[in-house]
């Protein structure tokens, strides 16, 4: 489902970080809304190169055809900056913590390597997951950032379906 802008809004940070770009409009979102830096990752590159396209002379916007694990690792090293994650990378259908998704490598690289600061993790398309897997997903975030806050967001067409994460992460 498509990030909605009153909930982007809402937990803006100087540095937007998406996995699975699509079509672009989180970036395109992300953007319009101001973000100082927009990162965005996805493996198909038939998308990619149209979002990289309209993006090409904007030094603000780094999209890339890579894995969005490759991308995190690369990239958040160098970032000293809070961030916004938008994590919706995954295969279509039904989803489950067991799967070959991304998601809890995603979640391993940022607890690895972003710095310390105020970061927001939004974990989109959580009617995909059983609630046995939403609650071990929350398990693994405050096991990663025990000082964290948890809630939930509607996307643009279903009740409930990001949850949400502000962590503190100290140094």
Known sequence: MPLPATVLSKYFNPVFIETG?????????????????????????????????R???????????ESSVCMLSRILPKINQD?????????????????KGPLLEELRCI???????????????MRLFSKSDVLK????LRRHWPDHTFFR?????????????KVRRSG
């Open 111 to 125: 607890h690895r390597y972003a710095r310390p600061g105020n970061h927001v993790l939004l974990i989109d398309d």
């Open 153 to 165: 967001e509607d996307s643009s067409k279903v009740l409930q379906d990001i949850l949400g994460c």
């Open 21 to 53: 770009t699509l079509l672009g409009s989180s970036v395109k979102l992300a953007v319009a809304l101001g973000f100082e830096k927009v990162y965005s990752s996805d493996i198909s590159a038939q998308g990619i190169r149209k979002v990289r396209k």
């Open 55 to 65: 993006y090409v002379s904007d030094p603000h916007v780094h999209v890339t055809c």
């Open 137 to 140: 997903l929350q398990q693994i």
């Open 83 to 99: 961030i916004t994650f938008w994590l919706d990378a995954h295969p279509a259908g039904k989803l489950s913590l067991n799967d």
